[in-house]
């Protein structure tokens, strides 16, 4: 498929005169790479002022390019404004503590004990603002034997249990190709900071919020725990297959494709068996119950995988679609591109940018979807340092910020 060909995207344009829910809530991220910023994005696409405190060589996702485009930068820091400080500088962090006078939420992702040292504890914080909120996102959590660790999403999918379940049982564990335990702590870090941010407003009493990336991991992967003490076995890799349900499993059409199927229900399994025209196994003492399908899923299997592989993969997901089974088209990024469902959602979206071939970079649209309060399209990811008169100035002063800058210490 032509990756130049032109999508079914809608394209959206943005305004800056947009609002949110969330308008009027300012947001000081200080935070690095995928946790903190996918925590402020859900923040800055429903409303919040969100200012991205970046040192001189900015965010690490600056560093993360594709044929020179900071793809993921734009991904998770659209709506988002820039300042350019060398945090390392006590006059900069001063510049900190001016701005949370203001803040309605800071986060941050220093090693347990870095925010201390830079003159910016909690207990410093609420001495300016007690009603902030304080976001702390750290691989293993700001206390215990582990806090001093440093933690990347990598780790705790290793350590949380989702890499060993991961992957087919004759190969070695499989961590996640995408930032899986970033994003879980992001998305639960938003929704974390808009319950202390209600009580905060309910009683003008901030708090502390321990994110790490471990805990989120951990919820997800339940109820494992559970089930290992019931059965004294832990789970093992079975590839795209269920132990709980069967028929469940990836399977490959007659022209290469390949499908996703699963009848978790008995009425499902039923009208599957029903549909492939072997309504005799409905019956038949191996397939009758789920537990009889889970026992013998390879013979299952077989027979399914057997009717798709003599068909091409438009002709099975129609034939399935007609019968109303729970089926579905493997995608890849080139066909989510191509997809009328993907387009007409609005799952995925294109917005104006410069930096791309034909003018537009696409990217998810809004997460979650609010009826009364749809997120809002704003404004780009911003360059390194492009708001520090905007939000510096009102701050400081005219004269302050003039003399920062010529020190170095305010960049961009």
Request: with cysteine; aromatic share 6%.
């Amino acid at each position: 498929m032509d990756r130049h060909a032109p999508s079914r995207l809608h394209r959206k344009a943005f305004d800056p005169a947009a609002r949110g829910p969330l308008h009027g809530v300012r947001v000081l991220d200080l935070s690095r790479l995928v946790a903190g910023n996918t925590l402020s994005m859900v923040l800055a696409d429903h409303g919040a002022e969100v200012v991205k405190v970046e040192p001189p060589e900015g965010d690490t996702l600056r560093a993360w390019k594709v044929q020179g485009v900071e793809t993921s930068w734009k991904s998770w820091s659209r709506n988002k404004k820039s300042i350019c400080l060398d945090l390392r500088n006590p006059e900069a962090q001063a510049v900190v503590r001016a701005l949370a006078k203001d803040a309605a939420i800071l986060l941050e992702s220093f090693r347990p004990g870095v925010l201390e040292l830079m003159g910016l504890a909690p207990e410093v914080l609420h001495a300016i603002n007690p009603a902030l909120v304080i976001v702390r996102i750290s691989g293993w959590g700001q206390d215990g034997p582990y806090r001093h660790k440093p933690g990347f999403g990598t780790l705790v999918e290793g350590y949380s249990g989702f890499a060993a379940v991961n992957g087919f049982a004759d190969r070695e564990p499989v961590l996640p190709p995408m930032f899986m335990g970033d994003c879980y702590a992001g998305i639960l870090g938003a929704a974390s900071a808009t319950i202390a941010l209600r009580h905060a407003e309910r009683t003008g009493q901030g708090q502390v919020i321990d994110l790490s990336l471990i805990d989120p991991m951990l919820a997800v992967m339940d109820p494992q725990a559970a089930n290992y003490r019931l059965t004294g076995r832990t789970k093992q890799r079975t590839g795209s297959r269920s132990t709980n349900t069967a028929p469940r499993n990836a399977y490959r059409t007659r022209d290469g494709g390949w499908v996703c199927l699963s009848s978790s229900t008995q009425g499902m399994t039923e009208k599957l068996l029903r549909s492939i025209g072997r309504p005799e196994l409905i019956e038949d003492p191996r397939f009758r119950t789920n537990p009889d399908r889970l026992r013998n899923w390879q013979e299952l299997d077989g027979i399914i995988g057997s009717f798709i592989g003599e068909r091409n993969k438009a002709e099975v997901l129609e034939h399935f679609d007609k019968a109303g089974v729970t089926i579905g088209p493997i995608m890849d990024a080139a066909d989510l591109l191509q997809d009328s469902f993907v387009a007409e959602r609005e799952a995925l979206i294109e917005v104006p940018d410069d930096d791309m071939p034909d003018g537009f970079v696409p990217m998810h649209g809004m997460v979650p979807r609010l009826s009364a309060t749809p997120g809002v399209l704003a404004r780009p990811a911003p360059k390194l340092g492009e708001h520090n008169d905007e939000i510096l100035r009102p701050a400081l002063g005219e004269a302050e910020l003039a003399r920062l800058r010529a020190a170095g210490i305010v960049r961009g």
